[in-house]
């Protein structure tokens, strides 16, 4: 097993006292040098320190203080200072500032100098060890609170693989089932979603004999804006008019996008008199709306088909949404940029934009 050398940086203004140190204590540590503590701030920003032992009396910036700026910077790293007696009062004071590990009086015994450096070192390991330890404790720790809950009304003898197997494929198919229910461009939901949705709102309209609106919308000549800003323009046109869609819906509504350039939009509870204020609000905020690719001006309008299956008309999803679809293509017919209203089951009425 190979030990491990901790990193030990050397801090005093006399080049010999260097040169002999990192000599001495080469075999034990891996040892840098400098003579002042501008030159140790650039060691400890450069890679991590294990140990620092700096003389107390320096140029400009002091032992103490450079230990200061090591505890603020650095506290894992173990300090220890090299003193002389008669700096003994400003040294205490120093290390009651930066908590050093130890120090050392001037000139040093080699014997006692290496000893405070082991001990510098293996304190350094186990606290290394200990910190190590106790993040892999917390992440045990972690993992047995989600298996505590988990496991909680499941069979006592599951064993522990398996119910990580268990949480890895839940979790797992939760992500599968999001991006199979959203688009990927716009983040609304999609196709799918918007399907679940309505039969969730018929059923609920059945027991509450309410009334249902869906909307089909489609961008106007979205080829020709296809064709001039290309695929990336399109669909930041998609995107942006996915967002002023959001803000045109009441907050009861579901926005969905449902291919291309068309989105979907069910309205619980809503007659023809709302749907037609819901439409009409959502088509002028488009039209006001000011779209932009690059440096271009994108001018965007939409059609839109609503369909209304009034309180008491038992009808289903597919009727109501080929009837949306219906009042779309005859919104396209009749000059785009407007709404066309159906009935379930009476003719269209219409509203031109």
């Given amino acids: ?34 003579d002042c503590a501008d030159s140790a701030q650039k060691h400890f920003a450069s890679r991590e320190i294990d140990i620092v032992l700096t003389d107390q ?107 990580e197997a268990y949480h890895d494929l839940e979790h797992k198919n939760k992500m599968l089932e999001k991006l ?22 018929m059923r609920r309209r059945e027991r509450f004999a309410g009334a249902l609106a869906i909307a089909i919308i489609d961008v106007d000549h979205f080829k020709q804006i296809n064709d001039k800003h290309l695929l990336p323009g399109g669909d930041k046109v998609l995107i942006d008019l996915a967002r002023c869609l959001s803000h045109s819906v009441r907050t009861v509504d579901f926005l969905g996008r449902i ?14 008199e709302g749907a037609v204020v819901l439409a ?30 009034p309180a008491g008309i038992e009808t289903d999803f597919e009727t109501i949404k080929d009837l949306a679809a219906a009042a779309l293509s005859e919104a396209k017919k009749t000059g785009r940029n407007k709404c066309v209203f159906r009935i379930v089951p009476k003719l269209p009425f219409e509203r031109a934009g």
């Fill in 57 to 163: 009396k320096m140029p400009r910036v002091s032992g103490g203080q450079l230990l200061e700026w090591v505890k603020e910077h650095s506290p894992k790293t173990i300090r220890l200072m090299m003193t002389g007696f008669a700096e003994l009062e400003e040294t205490i004071n120093a290390i009651n500032k930066s908590q050093v590990f130890r120090f050392i009086l001037k000139p040093w015994n080699s014997d006692h100098l290496l000893e405070a450096l082991r001990t510098a070192a293996k304190t350094f390991v186990l606290e290394r060890s200990h910190e190590q330890l106790l993040d892999e404790l917390r992440q045990l720790n972690d993992r047995l609170r989600e298996m505590n809950l988990e496991l909680e009304n499941r069979v006592a003898e599951r064993t522990r693989a398996l119910e």
């Fill in 180 to 201: 199979a229910l959203t688009d990927p461009l716009t983040n609304l939901p999609n196709r799918r979603a918007m399907d679940r949705l309505a039969e969730r709102e």
């Fill in 259 to 272: 291919g291309g350039e068309e989105f979907m939009v069910i309205a619980p509870e809503t007659d023809l």
């Fill in 1 to 34: 097993m190979i030990r491990y050398k901790c990193s030990l940086l050397v801090v005093d203004d006399e080049p010999s006292i260097l040169d002999t140190l990192k000599i001495f204590l080469g075999s034990e540590f891996d040892v840098l040098t400098a």
């Fill in 280 to 309: 009409e609000r959502i088509r002028s905020t488009v039209e006001k709306t000011q779209f932009t690719y690059k440096a271009d001006v994108v001018d965007v309008r939409v059609s839109i088909g609503f369909a209304i299956a």
